[in-house]
Nanobody, 119 residues
Framework: QVQFVESGGGLVQPGGSLKLSCILR???????????MAWYRRAPGKQREVLAS????????RYAKFVQDRFTISRDNAENTAFLQMDNLKPEDTAAYYC?????????WGQGTQVTVSA
């Protein structure tokens, strides 16, 4: 089964940092390397939102305004892995974080990794 597996979440104080990782397990060929990757999050009671995306070669990136200058997306196509460096975290960043292609593939959603920002 092909699925994204996220890791790296946890409890962090406001102003702190975390680096999330996700790997596309079960992938064959260049399915990962050929796609734009994105990170998403869903907070309790809210809809899923896109945070950042990166094209297949890594040349172009896009960020939501509310994470611009705080979050950095990157990828390692050789390892089918994407990363999200999160700095200056705020309580409102508390959510479950997911990665997927952009546009997302319904079949590949993983379990996500929980990020909690609290003093």
């Amino acid at each position: 089964q092909v699925q994204f597996v996220e890791s790296g979440g946890g409890l962090v104080q406001p102003g702190g940092s975390l680096k999330l990782s996700c790997i596309l397990r079960g992938a064959i060929g260049t399915i990962f390397a050929d796609q734009t990757m994105a990170w998403y999050r869903r907070a309790p009671g809210k809809q899923r939102e896109v945070l950042a995306s990166m094209t297949s070669t890594g040349i172009y990136t896009r960020y939501a305004k509310f994470v611009q200058d705080r979050f950095t997306i990157s990828r390692d196509n050789a390892e089918n892995t994407a990363f999200l460096q999160m700095d200056n975290l705020k309580p409102e960043d508390t959510a479950a974080y997911y990665c997927n292609f952009d546009p997302s593939s319904a079949n590949y959603w993983g379990q996500g990794t929980q990020v909690t920002v609290s003093a």
